[in-house]
């Protein structure tokens, strides 16, 4: 049995209760499922808020806990009840909700990924330090008291490095879904997924080389789908019937444009690839998507972010995605021979949509390359780790965070950021758009187009009426 001690303290202005126990991890995620219950470097240990009810939700999580001699009282009066087996049926309730959250233990061998919006990643996990460093190593990474859990911003990169860190510990690892305005709207699902995904719609997918995100976004959506009409045979599934799930997803459970979306082309998917049926369902309406522009360097802060990064390697990295507009990925799987100092051009292989194409390679660029290669003599990646291989996503971005912060960018960017800006720095300098679609790898124009929403070309001329006026 573990020892706990209780005893006041003041922290920080505030009267609390500070918890003293030799290290255990159990223990650890006990008292995290007490509201406001915080780790003090300063105090070296757990405390919880100075009240009655705080201290009952300990009593019961622990009931060998011990108090120190002095006094544990609140405005004169004791906080634990003189009945010390008073529990209330609200406290259990209470902690029972907030334990289960955090109830992963080494021995559950369990990592839970919930998956929020595809914005972002609430984590949960064995608490062990190499973990807690590697999380701390993904941008935007932060411990989320309320929930519980470390939150990171979600990209299918990230989602694929967290799979492949947490296998090699032989962790089973589960991944869901979940969509804010399911939660906020308060309505429950009405029916259960009691029949799984066709075998065949698996297999088709992965037959036409879908990323395993894709398999899994479309495996659940079509299993959420299949079970709302679960009494019914899937051929027998007619239009209407898609149409009014569709209502449903919308109205009741508050589904965003971009799930509704992924729904229609699951949906789809199965009737016309794996069925071969004809498209018959291209004629149910898609929602508008919401148009968010994306973030901006000027080309002042681009210079101060690449100036502030001292290492070679690091600042090499920066410069190719800058340089060339390249997604990570891109970047990552970069081999020496694709780069052509000849004809001044970087070689893009198996980009997004499995398209190849050609990107510029900068004089600048090619200067630092040279000198990289010299004392870094990489053998087969452009870009490779420390044991050789391919360099790492999260590396990346925390070169990116690091030069951010001395740079003393406040902006909330990520690697994309560099892409995004290098096609408006071209656009704004008169480059044809029809050339930086190229250059992308994009292909729609349409997609391209959204840089001209950003860009401040021919803006400068223009003036607020209020410039006119004599106030």
Known sequence: MIKIIAEPVEHRNQKRIKLIFDYDVSVTGKIKAINDARWSETLNCWHIPYTKEAFNKVKYLFPEIEYSKKEVTANKQPI?????????????????????????SKKENKILVNIIDFKKIMLLFPFDRSHV????????????????????????????????YFKKFNYKIEFKYINTNDIKSKEKKEYANVRKCPKEFIEKLKLKRYSEN????????????????????????????????????????????????????????????????????????????EKVLPIVLSEEEVQKILNSITNLKHKTI????????????????????????????????????????????????????????????????????????QYSYE????????????????????LHTLRHSFATHLLERGTDLRY????????????????????????????????NLRI
């Open 318 to 389: 920066m410069l190719t995605i800058y340089s060339a507009g390249l997604r990570i990925n891109e970047l990552l799987n970069l081999k020496i021979s694709d780069i052509d100092s000849k004809r001044k051009i970087i070689i893009i292989k198996s980009g997004k949509g499995k398209k190849d194409r050609y990107s510029l390679l900068s004089e600048k660029l090619l200067l630092y390359l040279r000198q990289y290669y010299k004392e870094y003599k990489p053998k087969i990646w452009l870009i490779e780790g420390q044991t050789g291989g």
């Open 436 to 467: 930086i679609q190229e250059l992308l790898g994009h292909s729609s124009p349409k997609t391209t187009a959204i840089y001209t929403h950003i860009t401040r070309k021919g803006m400068e001329d223009v003036k607020s009426p209020l410039d």
């Open 395 to 414: 590396s990346c971005c925390s070169i990116l965070r690091e030069a951010c912060k001395k740079a003393q960018i406040k902006k909330r960017i990520h």
């Open 133 to 164: 460093k590697k999380i701390k190593t993904f941008p935007y990474s932060f411990w989320n008291k309320k929930e519980n859990s470390w939150n990171i911003a979600y990209t299918e990169n990230i989602v694929n490095e967290l799979e492949n």
């Open 214 to 289: 894709t398999i899994y976004t479309y495996r659940t959506a079509f299993e959420d789908f299949i079970n709302y009409y679960k009494n019914k045979e899937l051929e027998s599934i007619t239009e209407t019937d898609i149409k009014n799930y569709l209502l449903y997803m919308l109205e009741k459970r508050k589904v965003s444009a971009s799930y509704q979306n992924q729904i229609i082309n699951a949906v789809k998917f199965y009737y016309e690839k794996v069925l071969g049926g004809a498209r018959r369902f291209y004629y149910i309406d898609r929602p508008f998507k």
């Open 80 to 104: 634990l009840d003189k009945d010390k087996n008073k529990i209330t049926d609200e406290i259990k309730k209470d902690l029972k909700k907030e334990t289960d959250l955090i109830s992963i």
